[in-house]
């Protein structure tokens, strides 16, 4: 299947420091990639889809000037955390689709980034 | 995006078939089923979806009930690897964005 990798996969920051997470699609270009977050036991959920040449769609109640997303290119698409705060501390983790497959039911996802902020 | 129940936790012994169900009574006509798994700190990995018929892939079987308002997930010889948290999630496309819910926690004992 497709490959999508996060970096770094850990990072501890101090607060009031900003932290960029990158996900790029390793053997296929995405046109549409989707950056997830995820609490200690809770479920995943969404922050904003991101496109490729256009603004990410942010979810409702997701800081858009906190949480910057760039899409650049079909195969990077990078989060930054601006002024991270502990309470910003969380599995952060990205997805992509593979259209060129036909499998576009399919997302492929990312190991996931583990934020710590002190 | 249909609302989605499932059990919170399930246990099965090792090398016995593994059944996970889930409800989605108010799923539409457009929707399809979607089973993906989430191992402890690692990103989400696709199962397998369905719409009406039932599926088979060489992960696991999808079984969608004739109403589809429920439907089973049916890994058929689990492992200790398989222990995992599996999401069963009602969606138009995985081209949109993916609702998760809270999932099943399946732990396969020795």
């Known amino acids: 299947g497709a490959v999508v990798s996060q970096h770094p996969s850990r990072v501890i920051c101090k607060s009031g420091t900003s932290v960029k997470i990158e996900c790029r699609s390793l053997d296929f270009q995405a046109t549409t990639m989707f950056w997830y977050r995820q609490f200690p036991k809770q479920s995943l959920m969404l922050m904003a889809t991101s496109n490729e040449g256009s603004k990410a769609t942010y979810e409702q109640g997701v800081e858009k000037d906190k949480f910057l997303i760039n899409h650049a290119s079909l195969t990077l698409s990078t989060l930054t955390v601006t002024s991270a705060h502990p309470e910003d501390s969380s599995f952060y983790i990205c997805s992509a689709r593979d259209p060129s497959k036909g499998r576009d039911y399919e997302q492929y996802f990312g190991p996931g980034t583990r934020l710590t902020v002190t | 995006d249909a609302k989605t129940t499932q059990p919170t936790s399930m246990d099965c012994a090792e090398g016995r078939a593994a059944n996970l169900p889930c409800n989605h009574s108010?799923?539409?006509?457009?929707?399809?089923v979607y089973w993906y798994r989430q191992i402890h700190s690692q990103g989400p990995q696709y199962i397998i979806h369905?719409?009406?018929n039932n599926e088979t892939n060489e992960m696991a079987s999808l079984i969608i009930t004739e109403d589809r308002k429920s439907s089973t997930l049916i890994l058929p010889h689990a492992t200790l690897r398989d222990t995992a948290v599996y999401y069963c999630i009602a969606a138009v496309g995985s081209a949109r964005q993916l609702t998760f819910g809270s999932g099943t926690q399946l732990t396969v004992l020795p």
């Open positions: 369905g719409l009406k």
């Open positions: 108010t799923i539409s006509g457009n929707e399809y």
